[in-house]
């Protein structure tokens, strides 16, 4: 079977992955020159290179869960390490591209259930992308420290941490539990006969409605939670008392909100 051509990313990838682990520049200068590529080349990144893009994040990611599966440790070379790393800060890199070109959606309900929410929806994507932002950042620092820069570490995982505190003060569930109930449209004679034969009640649909919105903001402030303390841990391990004590006290208002 034919290799694939490397798409321009992957060669610009594998270019300054190789600078680094011949340690003729630093992981930081490959992420600003990778910035810097995304900045001249991102629009015209054709749909097949985005695509073949997806499928090597995709194997990477598989060959992450069978290692974790089998318990084997991954490889351990430097080359392998930036490589993964300059993929995930790629990805992100292009999930900000397509955020800039989207932009919010427009407010097509006007009601009171359909304006909070869009609110609701808004709140939830900023805290996702902080989250998403949060972990490379932290993935970003466990390889400086690989590679034995600490001061790299430290400020990648501050960095991580800043990301947190930026969305922390969004009450997702007390937002999600004062989504009020969807306006129910009338029923006409057919729909209910049908709802009558089948027990089904037009204010209990509204009511699972509601529910799922709530289980979704419970989801996302759950995982804010479990990043945070990810990088309390990772402070600790590091030797960080202050970003320790920042991440526990953020912890513990999360969970007293």
Known sequence: MATL?????EQTIDSLAAEVAAKRQSLDDALFALQTWFDRNAASLTEAARTRFSQTLNADKAASLKRSKDNT?????????VVSVLRLHAMRLLYRFDERRTGRPAATDTSPYGRAMR?????L??????????????????AHNILDDRNANRRWLQDAFARLQTIAHKDLIKLAESVPAPELPPLNIFQRVSFSILGI???EIG???????????????SQLIEMVKLLAESFAANNDPVGSEQALNL?????TD
Do not use: F, W
């Not at 912890?251 to 969970?255: C, G």
């Open 201 to 203: 009640k037009q204010e």
């Open 251 to 255: 912890l513990v208002n999360l969970h």
């Open 73 to 81: 440790p991954a490889e351990g070379d430097d080359l392998t390490l």
């Open 119 to 123: 609110k609701l929806r808004i709140e």
């Open 5 to 9: 051509e490397k798409t321009s990313l």
């Open 207 to 221: 009511r699972r409605s509601l529910q799922s919105v709530r289980q979704i903001a419970v989801l996302q402030n």
């Open 125 to 142: 994507r900023e805290t996702e992308i902080a989250i998403n932002e949060a972990r490379i950042d932290a993935a970003i620092a466990n």
